[in-house]
């Protein structure tokens, strides 16, 4: 089910209803729905576009890239293929990644400056701090 915008245009208190007049056909379905002003769900909708940006990085911007979630797309010679990774920061400001897929001998997480010439490209999924 999509989502729907209307505008209220009546409200009974006393039986806990509301009138919304939406400007296309909807499907009803039995169940609990949310019902929030507009100001607030483009409030949502803004948190979630920020978060979840689908950008690229490549070639040097991978020393800078924000912490937050990734899929990598691993480069020819690296056997191609792709990640998905979590990004951060060690104690001495070296970004790391840790992708899902593989951990090496020493640790479950590797250093983006030992990486970057592997990777092609990566796209980011989530960023932390929102």
Do not use: C
Request: cysteine-free; charged content about 30%; proline content about 3%.
């Amino acid at each position: 089910m999509k989502t729907q915008i209307g505008q209220l245009v009546g409200a009974n208190l006393h039986e806990g209803t509301l009138e919304i007049e939406v400007g296309e056909d909807i499907i009803a379905k039995a169940g609990k729905y949310a019902v929030v002003p507009i100001d607030d769900y483009e409030r949502l909708v803004k948190f979630s576009l920020d978060d979840v940006s689908g950008r690229f990085y490549e070639g040097e911007e991978l020393n800078d890239i924000p912490f937050g979630l990734y899929k990598i797309y691993w480069n020819e010679e690296s056997e191609g293929g792709t990640s998905i990774a979590s990004v951060g920061n060690m104690h001495d400001g070296v970004r790391w990644i840790a992708p899902t897929n593989w951990t090496s001998k020493d640790s479950p997480i590797g250093r983006m400056d030992k990486f970057r010439d592997s990777i092609e490209k990566m796209e980011l999924l989530y960023k932390h701090g929102h």
